[in-house]
């Protein structure tokens, strides 16, 4: 499946870039309740974990975790195209206690629901049928989501206050030292960025993902995600927001009323190597390979040691190493006539993180 992100009467001046604090934040705060994909949390979930108010702040963490998920609340991202490229965490954290009661409601619903076109998430407030189908289906997802769905639609006003006073809390404690050391980085891509598309115009959006694909006819952007939509922002503009914990993923954020919000993370990512990742996967299908590997692990070896090891000739040997060293699993070094193999261990322990990746995008 795939978002596809229609560039049909997108003009350069309604693309801006924002390194937003705030979106750092969510991410930051779903790497540390979400460390089982996300290895450039591991540092700030360790200083987390060892807090000693741990229990009172991971607790909260836990409470509000639906709203930095698997779909993240669209108020945990820029809302306009107007400001600064790099914005304060303190003013974002003011717009986000100042915001409308209403909107505030409808932005958070599709987190608790992990999204359901087939309610209308507008009137929960006012709706009682739609209410009532709205707390069943987060009631099906877990008891705990239920109980902050229920607070948020029914007591919108003191939950958007505990939301802004735990985000305070958590800056305090765990963010404004992580994001002293991450500014200047986002900052530094978002340039990148804004050169880029000077340069090369709207379609240089595609080289936020390498999984991203530019199509032509009509001009498009296809993202490789778990779910299929369709975004046109031309009417709306485009917020394309630098991350460095949104590792392993991409968001594409689209509201009615809003900008279109693409997030993506900076630097190498672990699993970003698509193609590298597939081959890996395709190489190591193959038993007889499994068994090379294993000879070469722990001695190095010639393609005559493992012809004679392997019982096989030593083009089936050659044909298999070759496949391995495409997949980069594989090594070789000449030693005066001979040139011996030996296995790549690296790539065999990313390997598992890289499959996540890719089903986490």
Same mark, same amino acid.
């Given at each position: &499946?795939? %978002? ?10 309604? %693309?801006? /870039? ?43 963490? =836990? ?49 608790? *629901? ?55 809390? %958590? ?12 500014? #200047? ?16 115009? /709207? #379609? ?17 952007? %296809? ?12 009417? #709306?503009?485009? *917020? ?35 193609? /590298? ?23 190095? =070896? ?7 090891? &392997?019982? &096989? ?16 699993? /594989? ?31």
């Amino acid at each position: &499946m795939a %978002v596809t992100a229609s560039l049909a009467g997108l003009r350069a001046n309604a %693309v801006v /870039v924002r390194v937003d604090p705030l979106a750092e934040l969510g991410s930051m705060l779903h790497a540390i309740t979400h460390g089982d994909h996300h290895p450039r949390g591991q540092r700030v979930r360790g200083v987390a974990y060892a807090d000693e108010r741990q229990g009172e702040l991971l607790a909260r963490a =836990r409470h509000f975790l639906p709203l930095y998920g698997a779909i993240r609340a669209r108020y945990l991202m820029p809302v306009s195209l107007a400001g600064r490229r790099l914005a304060q965490i303190e003013d974002r954290l003011d717009e986000l206690g100042a915001m409308n009661l209403d909107a505030f409601v409808e932005q958070s619903a599709p987190s608790l *629901i992990e999204f359901s076109r087939d309610i209308d998430v507008r009137h929960l407030r006012t709706d009682c049928q739609a209410r009532r189908e709205f707390f069943r289906r987060v009631e099906r997802l877990s008891l705990s989501r239920l109980e902050l769905a229920v607070e948020i639609v029914e007591r919108p006003a003191a939950a958007l206050a505990g939301l802004r006073d735990f985000l305070h809390a %958590v800056t305090n404690d765990w963010f404004h030292e992580e994001w002293a050391q991450l500014a #200047s980085r986002l900052v530094d891509d978002a340039r990148r960025k804004e050169n880029d598309l000077a340069r090369r115009g /709207v #379609s240089a959006i595609v080289s936020v993902s390498p999984t991203a694909a530019l199509r032509r006819d009509p001009d498009r952007v %296809v993202f490789d995600k778990v779910n299929q939509a369709m975004v046109k922002p031309a009417g #709306s503009g485009l *917020i394309v927001v630098p991350s460095f914990y949104l590792a392993p993923h991409l968001i594409i954020k689209h509201d009615p009323g809003l900008p279109v919000v693409i997030a993506y993370a900076i630097g190498p990512a672990a699993g970003d190597g698509l193609d /590298v990742t597939m081959k890996r996967l395709s190489a190591l299908h193959d038993g007889m390979r499994i068994q090379i590997c294993r000879a070469i692990l722990r001695t190095p =070896r010639t393609t005559v040691d493992l012809a004679h090891k &392997m019982r &096989m000739t030593e083009p089936q040997v050659s044909r298999h190493l070759r496949a391995l060293r495409e997949a980069e699993l /594989v090594t070789a070094e000449r030693r005066g006539r001979h040139v011996y193999y030996s296995l790549e261990t690296q790539g065999l322990s990313e390997l598992g993180t890289q499959v996540l990746a890719l089903l986490y995008r």
